[in-house]
Every structure is written in structure tokens, then in C-alpha cells.
């Protein structure tokens, strides 16, 4: 839950709360596909599975927690190429001459026969809102469901924008691990023990990983002084958070490692006899959006233009 955080603001005269919350999610919900509607995107209640009486979102303090779902009947390619390749067979002992154009169509014929006896598969993700900030967490890799998901929240009267960490972000992670004493300017965090490499102009597969072990090591200096550069970085915060910053303005594998304590987090474990299961979901999601929260606006701040150079493009908003 909430692996990959990337950060969207919503407009600041968006009137979001808690009921407005309730009602889109309420109104939308996942509806299931067919042979003729191969792809739906809606809200069903986080914990569902663990209550059916569940809350179309769960509120924590000023962050809601809401979970959306994909759901898409999609035939593989082994799936479409075997069908493609018996009906071709058919056609040739007719006699048929396919040309290139009949080609493609019969490949599109097969594609959407199948969608209509294919299964569907669901994904889920997760957001929060946090009306405090007024920013919306999304953990989400897809773009083509993060396209979906921003089309059902215009449906729902609300536009979203994409809030970077820090337009120079592979700059900037880059200088950390070259010189973390001087560019982590915060005596608040410090180098992890794993990092991405990819050369200055290199493709995003052709990379160098590194993980659980020291960064300052002679092959990760040779690779930064032959121009590679970071394009995720493991930092820890307060001693208390592992997590990953990467080029694509996420925070990622962020982990507790130290006592809950450690962060002055103050979360109420209301457990219910009638239902252990549904409570302790609920518990392990407060303490994971209360761990993302305190982390959110020193991440922000340390990455900021007005710490890392130039002038600041957000304003860190804190109690």
C-alpha cells in the first residue's frame, strides 16, 4: 500500500473535504467490464474485503484514504497471435489471398472476439488526500491508468496537477551521492545504502544497481567520474525512515526502521473484538499515511530550488 508516491495538487479554491470525498467515491464505483467495454475505472471502499460494511474512505486525522480500481479484459498476445494464426489457416484452404490491410483487420477481429471471453483482472491502487496541503498522493506506476485515473476525477469536478520534487531532480540526487556532506543540507537525513546509475544520456534499462552497501565505494565513484548519474537514491530520515527519491518525482520503498516513537507519530489502535481484522488493516493504514506525512514536507524542503539553488517553483505549507 502507497509503494510509489508521486504528489498532484488540486486548485486551491477546490472546495475538498471529507464529504465531498464520501460522495464522488460513493458515486463512482467500479463497474464491472464487458465484451463491449473492455476497460473501467472506478472507487470501492479501501477494506471491503475485510468488512463489506467498510467506509467508502478512510479518514485519518486531515488525509482520507480512498482506493481505486482498474478493471480491464485484456487477451495476451499468445492468446491473439494462436486464434490469428488458426483463422489465417481457414482462410488459405478457401483459397484466400490476404494482403497486409486484411492482415491487420483480421488481427484487430481476433483481438476483440477474445476481450469478449477473456477474464477481467483488477488492479488497485491507493490514494490520499491531505486537506491540510492540499495535495493528493497517488501510488500509481501505469501512465495509462494515471490518464484514467485524472479523466474520473474531472468527472468528479475535480482537476489535478503534477507537483515535481525538483524539475533537476537526477542533478541534484547525483550531487548527493557525490558529495552528501555538502549537498544534503539537512542534518536531518542522510545516505542510505542504495542507488540507480544510468550513463548521462543512457537508457533507462541500461542501468547500474547498487543496494545494501556503502555508496561511497571505489566502483560507484569510478561510475560517477566516467558521467553516470543517480536516477533513484536511498536516503534515511531522522534515522527512522528508509526510503527512495527517483527521476520520475517519486518516493518509493519507504520503510520504517526505528521505533514508531522516533517520529512523534500519536496513532490510536482502536481495536474492535467484533472485527480484529478490518481494525488492524485500518491501524497499519494510519501508521503508513502518518509515516508518509512526515516525511512529505522535509522531502520537499530539502529538494527545494531555494536549497539546492535558484528560486523555489512550491511553497512547503506545514502547521
Known sequence: MLNNISLFSFA?????SRA????FTQSHPIECTTGVKARTIGFEPPFIDANLEAPWAEHFEQRSLVKVVVEQRKPSRQQITRVYNERVRELLKQGVSLTRKMERELKKAVAADLIKEVAPIQQSYFMVFDFETKLLWVSMQSKQDLDSLKG???DCNLRIKEEALNHNIEQIITDMLRDPSNAIKSDEFDLGHAVKLKELDGEEHSQSVYSSQDLGNDEIESNLEHGKCATSLELVYKDAVRFRINNRQQLTNIKLIANVD????????QESKDDRL??????RAHLRVSIIQSLIAPVRSLLSDELCGGTPDFQVITN
Open 12 to 16: 486551491s479554491d477546490a472546495n475538498v
Open 20 to 23: 465531498l470525498v464520501e460522495e
Open 152 to 154: 474520473l476525477l474531472v
Open 262 to 269: 522516533t517520529l512523534g507519530l500519536d496513532l490510536e489502535n
Open 278 to 283: 478490518y481494525a488492524d488493516l485500518r491501524f
